[in-house]
């Protein structure tokens, strides 16, 4: 493990987190994703994002050669998008977030499905301490959380140690699966917006998490789920927000054409739109032995 290394990428990464991640919303998770729950639990719920769930599902019991009989540690579970399909496969899963209202919904759609094997635990990640608050899993995911699930009390997220936890958490594979945005699946969007169809490989702060692994020693496998979907949103506005923060585009001229194209390419249907995407999912992951 070389150290110049680690600390080189540790600061890249950063950096790219600081550039999406706003401090104050870090420095008060549980209140900024408790006021999420419910519009994240309606989400999630949906049909495209069940497509989702089973996808990726199917690939991390691939990777991992998951038994019955294993065990996974969800962290930043949500409300329980991939710890609610995992339990249906395994024995137990323990589904660990900072915000109570998060665990709730997850509490409550396990008892509709009759699941009695996830075990919630209500908290900062970082404030648990490992093999006393929550032991050893045979898989340790990470789902579009970790920088969320890095932050200690003053909103830092401290990276290095989140990762090496998981490390130390595993006892045969952790995966990170960033966060993925569905493009239009339509040539004409390709050609006029590249810089939102280079799919995950183009997102900087996902290959800097990669090279941070790789300096901690860790040698990630990388993988990537295609995916097929129609998504749904509430308004053109909202959805060109969602672009401008996960592509990070600023030039107004861009917004203002990347708006006139939704407004054209989205179907309305009462009080909703809907969209043909297609993105690629990336899940990095590393054997405990590797
Ligand atoms: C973007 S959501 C992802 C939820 C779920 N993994 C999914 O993909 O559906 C991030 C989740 O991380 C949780 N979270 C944020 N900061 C956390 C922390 N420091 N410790 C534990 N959970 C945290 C949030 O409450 C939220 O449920």
Redesign the pocket.
């Known amino acids: 493990m070389s150290t110049d290394g680690i600390a080189y990428w540790n600061v890249q990464v950063m950096k790219r987190w600081k550039r999406t991640q706003s401090a104050d919303e870090a420095r008060d998770?549980?209140t900024f994703?408790d006021g999420r729950?419910e519009a994240?639990n309606e989400r999630?719920g949906q049909r495209s994002a069940r497509d989702y769930d089973t996808a990726l599902v199917h690939c991390i019991a691939d990777k991992a050669k998951l038994q019955p009989t294993d065990t996974c540690l969800?962290?930043?579970?949500?409300?329980?998008?991939?710890a609610l399909p995992l339990a249906r496969r395994l024995k137990c899963v323990t589904a660990?977030?900072?915000?109570g209202q998060?665990l709730g919904y997850l509490e409550a759609r396990a008892r509709q499905a009759h699941q009695d094997n996830i075990v919630t635990r209500h908290?900062?990640?970082?404030d648990l301490v490992p093999s006393r608050d929550v032991g050893p899993h045979d898989i340790v995911i990470?789902?579009?959380?970790l920088g969320?699930?890095?932050?200690d009390r003053d909103g830092s997220p401290d990276f290095v140690t989140c990762i090496a936890r998981m490390h130390h958490l595993t006892r045969r594979a952790a995966f990170i699966i960033p966060?993925a945005f569905g493009v239009p699946d339509d040539d004409e969007f390709r050609r006029l917006f590249p810089e939102c169809t280079g799919g995950p490989a183009e997102r900087f702060s996902d290959l800097t998490t990669l090279n941070l692994l790789h300096a901690m020693g860790l040698f990630p496998r990388l993988d990537y789920v295609p995916l097929r979907q129609v998504q749904q949103f509430h308004s053109i506005d909202d959805e060109v927000a969602a672009f401008r923060h996960f592509f990070q585009i600023d030039g107004l001229r861009q917004l203002k054409r990347l708006h006139e194209y939704l407004a054209r390419y989205a179907l309305r249907q009462d009080d909703q739109y809907s969209m043909r995407t297609v993105t690629r999912v990336m899940v990095m992951w590393w054997l405990k032995e590797c």
């Open positions: 998770l549980e994703w729950a994240f999630t969800d962290l930043g579970c949500g409300t329980g998008s991939l660990c977030d900072i915000s998060m908290g900062r990640w970082m990470s789902h579009r959380s969320l699930i890095a932050c966060r």
